[in-house]
């Protein structure tokens, strides 16, 4: 049974592709940190916070299929024959009611310190003028293939893969609390092109890392990394959920 409408969405369905061979017969999410998939840790670790996600799956998306019967999660399976339309999901659900007005959003390849459940709260004591909050750190020399956020005209808006520097950048860290309100017409595969242009964010910025497995070196260190940062905040000493 379908537990829609549905108070969480985690964007699964990307190809991978920055991992090369680790992901052609493995979606990305699935693989594993500690012993599990990154997507197990991250079902439990919502519903740790009391939320019920729904999973978008396009690569391999029979495997997480297979792992949403097995923990008892919804998969939205993304219809594409060359990309993995991430935004164009988010607003093919919300037109079809499977979205609560407030919802969390979180990228299926990273984890992050903070529950998103404090995004929610944030986002719910704010007047209905803001659209979304997100989690984000600051941007590093480190950071070029990465979408940044910029300050503009009292608001703050996405770049993709900036050519160049920008004075008080932040990276979004994938972790995002938004009202239905912010989602646009579905246009693109990126999450920012599901969000209408004059969406205004309220910002939340961590000092912690997030784990972004999105390249081979920070896969090898996702075991080191999700002991240090993560696990024992998020679920407990033992990684209990």
Not at 34 to 44: A, I
Not at 77 to 90: F, I, N, Q, R
């Amino acid at each position: 049974m379908f537990k829609a409408p549905y108070d969480s969405v985690i964007l699964a369905a990307g190809r991978g592709r920055r991992l090369g061979k680790l992901t052609e017969h493995r979606p990305k999410p699935m693989l594993h940190v500690l012993g599990k998939p990154l997507l197990q840790w991250q079902v439990e670790y919502l519903r740790h916070g009391g939320l019920e996600p729904v999973v978008t799956a396009w690569w391999l998306a029979p495997q997480i299929v297979a792992l949403g019967a097995a923990m008892d999660f919804d998969v939205a399976v993304a219809d594409s024959a060359d990309y993995a339309p991430g935004g164009c999901t988010l607003n093919a659900l919300a037109e079809v009611g499977d979205l609560q007005d407030v919802f969390v959003v979180l990228m299926g390849d990273t984890m992050v310190p903070t529950h998103p459940r404090r995004l929610v709260e944030r986002l719910r004591r704010l007047p209905d003028s803001f659209h979304a909050c997100l989690l984000v750190r600051r941007w590093t020399e480190h950071d070029t293939d990465k979408g940044v956020l910029v300050p503009s005209a009292g608001n703050w808006r996405a770049i993709e893969k900036p050519k160049k520097r920008y004075h008080e950048a932040r990276v979004w860290m994938g972790a995002g609390a938004f009202r239905l309100s912010a989602l646009d017409e579905p246009r693109g595969e990126a999450i920012f092109n599901a969000i209408r242009p004059d969406c205004k964010f309220a910002i939340i910025e961590s000092e912690e890392p997030e784990l972004d497995i999105g390249t081979f070196a920070s896969l090898r260190l996702a075991d080191k990394y999700a002991q240090q940062h993560y696990i024992t905040a998020m679920m407990g000493p033992r990684g209990d959920s």
